[in-house]
């Protein structure tokens, strides 16, 4: 078997939620949307990465994932998403960490999603 890529998919009570984190914050593209269908949903793309975020708010109950997004340059992605969204920054891993297990780490979160920024 062979595979070329993950998209996950992650639901929000808002669409607008998503595009908030994926678009304005993290500067994916949207490279597909059908908003005007029961479970509005687009589809995203920053580089080789690709994710769709989806409106369902039962589905958005169940599911409170976390990701993880490895870098060569976590301090400039820090740098970034710092100073244009420090309300997203987690409580708990607020700045770049040295981890135990020897990655450097930082997270954010909003109402739906949390992102773990890794560079080994």
Same mark, same amino acid.
């Given at each position: 078997?062979?595979?070329?890529?993950? /998209? %996950?998919?992650?639901?929000?009570?808002?669409?607008?939620?998503?595009? $908030?984190?994926? /678009?304005? +914050?993290? #500067? !994916?593209?949207?490279?597909?949307?059908?908003?005007?269908?029961?479970? *509005?949903? +687009?589809?995203?793309?920053?580089?080789?990465?690709?994710?769709? /975020? !989806? #409106?369902?708010?039962?589905?958005? $109950?169940?599911?409170? %994932?976390?990701? &993880?997004?490895?870098?060569?340059?976590?301090?400039?992605?820090?740098?970034?998403?710092?100073?244009?969204? *420090?309300?997203?920054?987690? %409580?708990?891993?607020?700045?770049?960490?040295? &981890? *135990?297990?020897?990655?450097?780490? !930082?997270?954010?979160?909003?109402?739906?999603?949390?992102?773990?920024?890794? #560079?080994?």
């Amino acid at each position: 078997m062979n595979f070329t890529k993950l /998209v %996950p998919s992650v639901f929000y009570t808002d669409l607008s939620d998503g595009l $908030k984190l994926f /678009v304005d +914050c993290l #500067q !994916f593209t949207i490279v597909h949307k059908d908003l005007n269908t029961s479970q *509005p949903y +687009c589809v995203l793309k920053k580089d080789e990465i690709g994710i769709m /975020v !989806f #409106q369902d708010e039962q589905l958005a $109950k169940e599911h409170n %994932p976390e990701l &993880r997004l490895v870098t060569d340059n976590i301090e400039e992605v820090y740098a970034k998403v710092s100073a244009s969204h *420090p309300h997203l920054l987690h %409580p708990n891993l607020d700045k770049v960490t040295i &981890r *135990p297990w020897g990655a450097k780490e !930082f997270a954010i979160a909003d109402n739906q999603l949390g992102i773990r920024f890794q #560079q080994w």
